[in-house]
């Protein structure tokens, strides 16, 4: 038998911060040699939001990049550009003649964003999670790998797929898969360094609330150096009352490769002062060979394009037989 497919993709906006780098990434490189993945720059996703275009194309290139040098294996990973896959639009098309619109407007996202853009928000907003069913549909993905937030957007793409082959396939052969979830227990949710409650976000309009993968080693220590904590001496896990104390165990958990008891008993009598320098220390460490490599990567130009001029290959392939699929079965007029 041959390996589950993974598919799964981040959206090019912004900087790539910890927050990512530990719910999605990070746990992609970690389980690649076990699937066959298809992960993609979510490009198409980054205008649901008004957007700046002179920043788009690089924005993609560098989280590509960052692919690469988080330590994605070619061998075992496709990575591509979303928009270079004319399928993703088409069947977004089709697919959303058959979503009834409330299912749309049931979306807790879609409910909390266009509150916050007000009069901005868009048609492409509320679609979203149908562009995402069809990034998911396309590769027949077994397993995508989502957090928190996306769960329900993984439900819809369940539901739809469902409702497609109902109406649309011959009961002993679905034309789309219905996806699993995939959920790593060791995937931490890391929060924002200003207000331990919320979690570490792009979108977070100051720079100082998170940590960047490509922040300098002097960015990482003012920040730590600036970042919330807690008058108690003495760090623990889990406690209610300190959610920053927590975050800030959790990430050194996370980069010393430690056990969550090993850390524990490590810090138990330390205060701030003591364990800051600490954090700053590993943090660096740890993401030094990333920039490094992301260094390397970014001096070859040409190299990338390589890489993603064969992932668009290799993701077409798969997606246009799917929206072949879809088409033949809704009843198009095919041409020959
Ligand atoms: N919507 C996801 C996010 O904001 C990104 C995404 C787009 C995605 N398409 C996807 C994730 C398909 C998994 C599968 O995080």
Redesign the pocket.
């Known amino acids: 038998m041959g390996k589950q497919r993974v598919?799964?993709?981040?959206?090019p906006t912004g900087n790539l911060h910890l927050g990512n780098y530990f719910g999605?990434i990070g746990n992609w490189v970690k389980g690649q040699s076990e699937y066959e993945n298809y992960l993609?720059v979510?490009d198409?996703?980054a205008i649901t939001a008004p957007h700046d275009p002179t920043k788009l194309a690089s924005d993609t290139y560098t989280l590509a990049a960052l692919y690469l040098a988080c330590g994605l294996d070619l061998q075992h990973s496709t990575i591509f550009v979303?928009s270079h896959v004319s399928a993703h639009s088409e069947l977004t098309w089709l697919l959303n003649c058959i979503t009834p619109l409330n299912w749309l407007e049931d979306m807790i996202?879609f409910k909390e964003k266009a509150v916050k853009q007000g009069e901005n928000v868009s048609v492409g907003l509320l679609d979203?999670?149908v562009?995402?069913?069809s990034?998911?549909l396309l590769y027949q993905?077994d397993k995508?790998?989502?957090?928190e937030?996306?769960k329900q957007?993984?439900e819809l793409?369940r539901d739809i797929a469902a409702r497609f082959n109902h109406l649309f396939a011959k009961p002993d052969q679905p034309v789309l898969k219905l996806p699993d979830p995939l959920i790593r227990k060791e995937g931490a949710r890391v929060m924002s360094l200003a207000d331990g409650t919320r979690k570490m976000s792009k979108s977070d309009p100051s720079d100082l609330s998170r940590i960047n993968l490509l922040d300098s080693p002097e960015q990482i220590q003012y920040k730590i150096k600036r970042c919330k904590t807690d008058p108690i001496r003495g760090l623990t896990f889990d406690d209610p009352e300190r959610p920053e104390c927590n975050n800030l165990l959790t990430l050194y958990m996370l980069f010393a490769g430690k056990s969550k008891e090993e850390v524990a008993a490590e810090c138990q009598d330390m205060g701030w002062g003591q364990f800051k320098p600490l954090l700053m220390e590993t943090t660096i460490a740890a993401l030094q060979p990333i920039q490094e490599k992301y260094q390397a990567i970014t001096e070859d130009k040409g190299y990338l394009d390589s890489v993603l001029r064969d992932g668009r290959e290799k993701a077409q392939a798969i997606a246009n037989q799917t929206l072949a699929d879809v088409k033949a079965a809704l009843g198009y007029y095919l041409p020959v």
């Open positions: 598919l799964s993709g981040v959206q999605a993609f979510a198409l996703h979303q996202q979203y999670p562009l995402m069913t990034d998911i993905a995508v790998p989502v957090g937030d996306q957007h993984l793409t």
